[in-house]
C-alpha cells in the first residue's frame, strides 16, 4: 500500500510526527543534505538524478601558479532499461557518409557519376547530421533539461508544505 497522508496516524498541526513521517518540517522544505564530497583528481563522483546537486567555486593552492578544473558529465543509464547500441544504430556523422562515398571502390558505379552528382545524392541522403546541426541539437537537449531541471526543482524541492487540514 502506499504511504500517503490518509493512512498515516498524526494529529492536526503535530509538527513533529511531520518531521518523522515525513523528514521536514512545516516551515521547510523537504530537499535535504546529504553528504559533501571532495572531487579528488582522478576521481568521479556518480550520483542519481534524483538529487541536486551544487559545485562549489575553488580556488588554486597556488594563486601563482596557473591551474584549472575540468568538469566533464556522464548520463548514466540504468542497465535494467535496454539501450541500442552503435552496432544497431548505423553512423549519423554527415562527414563519415561524405568520406565513404569518396572513397567507394574505382569499380563502383557511383564513382563513375560527376561530382556535382555525387554531391546531391549526398545532400539528399536522410538520416545525417552535419556537425553544426549536431552542435544546434546538442544546445536544444541541454536548454531542455535545463528547463527540465528548473521546473522539477520548484516543483520536488523548493515548495514549502502545509499540514493544516482546514
Same mark, same amino acid.
Given at each position: ?5 490518509? +493512512? ?40 542519481? +538524478? ?111 508544505? +502545509?499540514?493544516?487540514?482546514?
Amino acid at each position: 500500500m502506499a504511504v500517503t497522508s490518509f +493512512n498515516l496516524p498524526y494529529e492536526q498541526s503535530d509538527g513533529k510526527a511531520i518531521e518523522k513521517i515525513w523528514g521536514f518540517t512545516r516551515s521547510v522544505g523537504p530537499a535535504r543534505f546529504q553528504s559533501r564530497d571532495r572531487a579528488r583528481s582522478l576521481r568521479c563522483i556518480a550520483f542519481p +538524478n534524483i538529487y541536486q546537486h551544487q559545485v562549489s567555486p575553488f580556488a588554486l593552492v597556488d594563486p601563482t601558479k596557473s591551474g584549472h578544473r575540468k568538469t566533464m558529465a556522464l548520463l548514466l543509464v540504468d542497465p535494467e532499461h535496454r539501450i541500442p547500441s552503435t552496432s544497431e544504430i548505423p553512423p549519423q556523422q554527415e562527414h563519415w557518409a561524405q568520406a565513404a562515398m569518396a572513397t567507394s571502390e574505382a569499380s563502383s558505379a557511383f564513382k563513375l557519376l560527376p561530382p556535382e552528382i555525387r554531391q546531391m545524392v549526398a545532400r539528399s541522403t536522410e538520416g545525417f547530421m552535419s556537425e553544426a546541426e549536431a552542435k544546434d541539437y546538442r544546445l536544444s537537449l541541454t536548454d531542455e533539461r535545463t528547463a527540465f531541471v528548473g521546473v522539477q526543482d520548484k516543483k520536488w524541492f523548493c515548495t514549502i508544505y +502545509n499540514f493544516c487540514e482546514h
